[in-house]
């Protein structure tokens, strides 16, 4: 997997996270770009400012550009304005090359997604990816996530404990386990080994701080993120 720092083009700040995954878009079958998947609230720098970005941010691995968000992705709503928040945003991948690269270093994610209807796992292992402070290289610390539970319905409540400032954001489909992880996770790709063969959970969201964390369905992702990003002008998403 793969540590990411974003880099904003207005010297607000700088952030890190997680990329979950690449992501194809296509249009009536024909492939329109390639992505690098992450939460909005990561390449937005929402936890640098209040103000969500969407001027074109650098995203950097290890010093080097692999990425560009230019704000195609979802929102994230306080509870009180009754609208659903869906925390994805995609990267453009902007060469072949950088694109072959990440490819190799997602190999053993899996495609497979699970129906977010079924029973969940009893646990599941969250991939998130950090640098040593000592030589910044990068290593991948699996944290294992307990008693998934989804959550759905109207109102469904996030806590963003890390954002500035703070703020509860209303889902319509979330799952909510327990694991310990830090800022810095968000963004992180879970997946679960089932009777069914590996399986691609979601993605990383939030914590809140105490042991609490939450995921956005793989499912709710692919199958609706053109009701939700509207810079995609209804074309579909797919992993590869």
Request: aromatic letters at 8%; hydrophobic letters at 40%.
């Amino acid at each position: 997997m793969i540590a990411l720092e974003i880099r904003d083009s207005n010297s607000i700040g700088n952030d890190t996270g997680t990329a979950t995954c690449i992501v194809v878009r296509r249009r009536d079958q024909v492939i329109v770009n390639h992505y690098l998947m992450s939460c909005l609230h990561v390449y937005g720098l929402l936890n640098v400012s209040s103000i969500q970005q969407t001027v074109p941010a650098q995203v950097l691995s290890n010093n080097q550009h692999i990425a560009t968000y230019r704000g195609l992705g979802g929102s994230l709503n306080n509870t009180n304005t009754g609208i659903w928040s869906f925390d994805v945003a995609l990267a453009e991948i902007e060469s072949d090359a950088i694109l072959n690269d990440l490819r190799a270093r997602f190999n053993g994610l899996p495609f497979a997604t699970w129906n977010a209807l079924d029973t969940w796992p009893s646990s599941a292992i969250i991939h998130a990816t950090r640098r040593e402070n000592n030589n910044n290289a990068e290593r991948e610390v699996p944290i294992t996530a307990q008693n998934l539970q989804l959550l759905r319905g109207n109102q469904q409540v996030v806590r963003y404990s890390n954002a500035n400032p703070p703020f509860n954001a209303a889902f319509r489909l979330v799952v909510k386990y327990r694991a310990n992880t830090l800022p810095g996770d968000s963004g992180s790709p879970v997946t679960a080994q089932t009777e069914f063969g590996p399986r691609f959970l979601g993605i990383h969201i939030a914590s809140d701080g105490q042991g609490e964390g939450y995921m956005l369905p793989a499912e709710e992702i692919i199958n609706n993120a053109h009701l939700y990003i509207r810079g995609l002008d209804g074309d579909r998403l797919s992993l590869i």
